[in-house]
């Protein structure tokens, strides 16, 4: 057997591991939001901690197991990388997995130093699984002659890791200087996300469906561009924070930076391929989560005329960007690998619709809380609620839909998934 086949599989356990933090966060957000003893509201110290813990705890928990399992299962076939193996994977997943434990045994303690502790411990044991991934990350980067149509944001992006890694870490525990808190977030936001989200698009549009929305002689440059513009973020997020620039220059940059990654690919051939006479099979996951990104553009500058800065320095669309478009690009594309891993005929895979109304109808409601002045200056927090209640929903549904599918295929599973039998081919 091909040694670039041995490891086809180990996703499984990355995106199952995935869909249990899922669940359990969604739990979490909801006795935060029903039964929290930490009077976040009352408390803007406190509001703007929580909501990095939680910012964290979100993308390096679920979105990072879902880009681990799709990182073990494809890198090894597209690259014959020998690193990506089941020891590494579970070191990753040991590290994660009870560094978000920490984070939640110290939310639920109800007791704020407590937390502080124990979060710290998580946050550190999550940035430590980062860094596990190192040296397949590297091994990655020796093998970018073989990169195609993804560039260099097939191998770069593990090198961001280890940065973030440290970004991430050294934010918390410099967190009494003010702004380090808001730079932690403005580099997972503002760099991991992005970065992220523009190799799943990638993969998706130019690799999997051979779309070539983006010149991949291009890709250097708007790599750099991604690139400058998140660092800028970062620095710009820090000096917002000690009052030296406004709120009115952080919305619109972060509007800049989702514009930028949206018109990386060619929205224009996007479109044509996704409607119309000309439309071909694709992920609907990944699309939305794409075309989600100039919304999310618009609701970034929306504070600029409705007047309302956030709370505690809190930019709504952060969140939005993480749980909506970044998670369903990342979880339209696993879900869209494990198909092929089932062989399932593309033009007859399924959309799912009830989730994704669910998931919109669920980010309406939460722009609209973060946003509206009497949702959180006059405490009227049903909107609040009806959101937590549809979120909580959903994601169950998606999360029992996805452990269904990955432990219970009802379908034969093949170790080789539709499609990267061409790009062996290719490569070799």
Known sequence: MDKRQQFAGSYLELFTSSMISFIALTFLLSWLTFFSPYELFENEDRLAMMNYVLIALFTLGPVMAILAGIAFDTFPLVYNVPSFEKTTMRHFLQLNGIGQLFIHVGIY????????????????????????????????????????????????????????????GASWFLRDIT?????GIAFIVGIF???????????????????????????????????????????????????????????????????????????IKVMRFSFGRYAKPHSRFVLIGYLLLPMLAIVSIAPIWTGHGGLANIQPTHWLLIIYSCFFIVSGFAIY???????????????????????????????????????????????????????????LLLA?????????????????????????????
């Open 109 to 168: 303690s109800g007791t704020w130093s407590l937390f502080i502790e124990l979060s710290g411990i998580g946050i550190i044991l999550m940035c430590l699984a980062l860094l596990s991934l190192t040296s397949s990350s590297l091994d990655i980067v020796k093998q970018k002659s073989k990169s195609g149509e993804v560039g260099i944001f097939s191998y770069a992006p593990g090198l961001v890791l280890v940065i973030c890694a440290f970004f991430i």
């Open 179 to 183: 702004g380090m808190i808001e730079v």
């Open 193 to 267: 996300c992005m970065m992220m989200m523009s190799t799943v698009l990638l993969s998706h549009f130019n690799r999997r469906l051979g779309w070539s929305t983006t010149n991949p002689k291009t890709l250097p440059i708007r790599f750099l561009f991604l690139l400058i513009f998140g660092i800028g973020y970062t620095a710009a997020s820090f000096l917002r924070a000690r009052g030296s620039i406004s709120e009115d220059i952080i919305d619109m940059w972060f509007a800049v930076i989702l514009l930028n990654v949206f018109f990386m690919m060619n929205p």
């Open 337 to 395: 690998l494990h198909e092929d891993h089932l062989h399932y005929s593309p033009s007859s895979r399924v959309t799912h619709w009830h989730l994704v109304i669910m998931f919109l109808a669920a980010g309406g409601l939460m722009t609209w809380s973060l946003y509206d002045d009497s949702v959180l200056l006059d405490r009227e927090y049903l909107p609040i609620y009806i959101w937590i209640a549809i979120q909580t929903t959903a994601s």
């Open 400 to 428: 029992v839909l996805f452990i269904r599918h990955t432990i219970f295929p009802a379908d034969n599973w093949h170790r080789m998934p539709m499609f990267y039998d061409r790009l062996i081919e290719n490569n070799d």
